[in-house]
């Protein structure tokens, strides 16, 4: 760990403050042997965290439930076990807000609902919209705010209470499955397969810096895409290669593309 490498990693001035924040906080939870957090992390967030602190058997990234996209980067001294996250007196909050059934609310509505109260984007983590209900993430601190005071998302009226994170109902990702077969595995050519577009639009969107691999933006349109790694494009979506199968008999790669809609 070396507070040092923060000038490598961070882009600009706010990406700086924000990791010289997460090192200062988490050094003092090392220091003096409390757990400590951050607030929630973006994909990109966790990856330049993951990046400045190596693999801390002591660090662990925590959304609330597994699978969680934004998570905290979270410290825990060694007479504390990683199951104490999910449990009472966690960071995390999932608080279930429930509505009438013939309303429908998305993602979109509970999230402006969410800054409309007034919060930071980082209090927030995850916001999982069902039907009727909807399963979302806060820190402990901003909780007992919320249960006061959001009492719509637009003009749909919403009952809110806490429940315990191991009962969170995580709806199932909708997914497309691609197969196709790509001349390589570059960064250009999987967005081209998994958003039916051509190469010089796929590369526009790169070079335009709205491509990120696992969460970290990438300008390379010859940038090589492993197995598992998850690629978003703003403004277009998000997909995984989930399987390379190898060669056809043509000499191009046969893949499975996961592409979340």
């Not at 757990?35 to 965290?49: G, I, W």
């Not at 990234?61 to 934004?70: I, L, P, Q, V």
């Not at 989930?242 to 809609?261: C, D, E, F, M, N």
Request: aromatic share 6%; charged share 20%; hydrophobic share 40%.
């Amino acid at each position: 760990m070396d507070r040092g490498n923060i000038e490598k990693i961070a882009q600009n001035q706010d990406e700086r403050l924000l990791l010289a924040h997460i090192w200062d906080k988490i050094q003092a939870g090392i220091r003096r042997e409390i757990p400590v957090n951050t607030c929630f992390l973006s994909p990109r967030e966790q990856e330049m965290a993951r990046y400045l602190f190596g693999q801390g058997e002591r660090l662990h990234f925590f959304g609330g439930y597994a699978g969680a996209e934004r998570r905290m980067l979270c410290y825990l001294p060694a007479y504390l076990e990683e199951d104490t996250l999910m449990e009472e007196g966690s960071p995390v909050v999932c608080l279930r807000a429930t509505y009438f059934t013939g309303d429908s609310l998305s993602h979109r509505d509970f999230l402006g609902a969410l800054m409309g109260a007034g919060i930071g984007r980082e209090t927030v983590g995850d916001i999982c919209a069902g039907t009727g209900s909807c399963d979302f993430f806060v820190t402990a601190e901003i909780a007992p705010y919320l249960l006061q005071n959001l009492q719509s998302a637009g003009r749909v009226r919403l009952r809110l209470e806490a429940v315990p994170l191991a009962q969170a109902v995580i709806p199932a990702p909708q997914i497309q499955a691609i197969t196709d077969t790509l001349a390589s595995l570059r960064l250009d050519s999987v967005i081209c397969s998994g958003f039916r577009m051509s190469r010089s639009l796929a590369t526009q969107h790169i070079a335009a810096g709205k491509a990120a691999i696992n969460g970290l933006p990438c300008q390379k349109p010859d940038k090589a895409v492993a197995e598992g790694d998850k690629i978003s494009v703003r403004g277009l979506g998000k997909l995984q290669l989930a399987q390379v199968k190898g060669q056809t008999k043509k000499g191009r790669i046969s893949v499975v593309l996961h592409r979340y809609i």
